[in-house]
């Protein structure tokens, strides 16, 4: 298999963000919703991660049409206690429920030290790293995890059972930019899977089995029927399975297999639960844990570490400022026409 990188542009960020509002406002979805979207969505491509940029945007279009998901749902926030709050997404993305509960998940974080958020009857099909990279940039520590739709095969197992389950983790860093990871407890995201089928390459071995269960590396048969494997092995599947327990069990959110949208064809967004922990280090570590995350950064590269988590993601990010954020051609067609009334 073989595949060659389309011709592409690059355009404003301001001007992605705002084209993919429009699209999202002439699809049935409120002005309030459609800005956190597209910031986000067009933030993911802006940093280089287009398994989670404008590549998403038929995905949640398709879902939008197909009635699973509600695009302008309001977020019901919960103060249930000194360091928890809750949302009801109320079937709508995960995204604006956060950006509801934000306000308050701050405050008690800053007063207690450590604050979870837990939401529920929401869907999030986008990268996780934007949820927790503006915590840190505020002092905060800050980790999520969301479960997703089953398309992977526990270790042991022979049939999917788990979502792709990412974890995501932001820390601040004297004088740097934040400390940011973002990975699926699978062996690869399942947007990568889909973008190496599009592009026509094959995936890593050990990324997937095809329909029979047997190892493959193409693509295409990791998504015709087959399924993704967990990173690591045991390893990953456990952290996989302590994400459904954290995402969903904890949260009221449905598992990754606890949910049926075979009545809403053309429906792609998990419908599960999500996670935030927020931590306030000024307690713990006295004021100065900005300063000691700067020293493990510099003993890492001391000893040969030339590439820190998140680095490409922020080199992407500032090339983008001065050259505009790199989008396909044929997308970006594709997205102009989707913003034009029907």
């Not at 109320?90 to 837990?118: C, D, H, S, T, Y």
């Not at 997703?148 to 860093?173: D, W």
Request: charged letters at 15%; glycine letters at 12%; proline letters at 7%.
């Amino acid at each position: 298999m073989s595949g060659s990188h389309p011709p592409s542009e690059r355009l404003p960020f301001e001007a992605l963000v705002q084209l993919l509002q429009t699209i999202f406002v002439r699809h049935d979805v409120s002005q309030e919703v459609a800005q956190v979207l597209a910031h986000n969505c067009a933030a993911a491509q802006r940093d280089g991660a287009h398994s989670h940029g404008v590549f998403r945007i038929p995905g949640y279009l398709s879902s939008l049409a197909s009635g699973w998901v509600d695009g302008r749902a309001v977020p019901v926030v919960e103060d249930v206690a000194a360091g928890f709050v809750r949302v009801d997404a109320g079937g709508g993305f995960a995204q604006p429920a956060l950006a509801a509960a934000r306000p308050l998940l701050v405050a008690k974080a800053r007063e207690a030290g450590i604050a979870v958020l837990a939401i529920r009857n929401s869907h999030h099909f986008a990268a996780l790293w934007p949820d927790v990279e503006p915590f840190a940039q505020e002092g905060l520590l800050a980790l999520s995890v969301v479960n997703s739709m089953t398309c992977v095969v526990p270790h042991g197992g022979q049939r999917p059972l788990f979502g792709t389950n990412p974890i995501a983790f932001a820390a601040p860093c004297q004088g740097l930019a934040p400390i940011v990871f973002d990975m699926a407890t699978s062996a690869l995201a399942h947007g990568d899977v889909q973008i190496a089928a599009r592009q026509g390459h094959a995936v890593p071995p050990g990324t997937g089995v095809d329909r029979d269960g047997q190892p493959t590396t193409d693509p295409q048969a990791i998504l015709d029927g087959g399924a993704l494997l967990p990173f690591g092995g045991h390893k990953g599947s456990a952290l996989s399975m302590m994400v459904e327990l954290l995402a969903a069990a904890l949260t009221g959110g449905n598992f990754s297999f606890g949910f049926d949208w075979s009545g809403h064809p053309g429906a792609k967004t998990p419908w599960t639960g999500q996670l935030i922990i927020v931590i306030d280090p000024d307690k713990g570590a006295g004021g100065d844990f900005a300063a000691r995350s700067r020293e493990l950064v510099e003993r890492m590269q001391a000893v040969g570490v030339t590439r820190l988590a998140g680095e490409r993601r922020y080199r992407e990010r500032a090339r983008a400022q001065v050259e505009g954020v790199e989008v396909g051609r044929e997308e970006l067609a594709q997205l102009v026409a989707l913003s034009l009334p029907a």
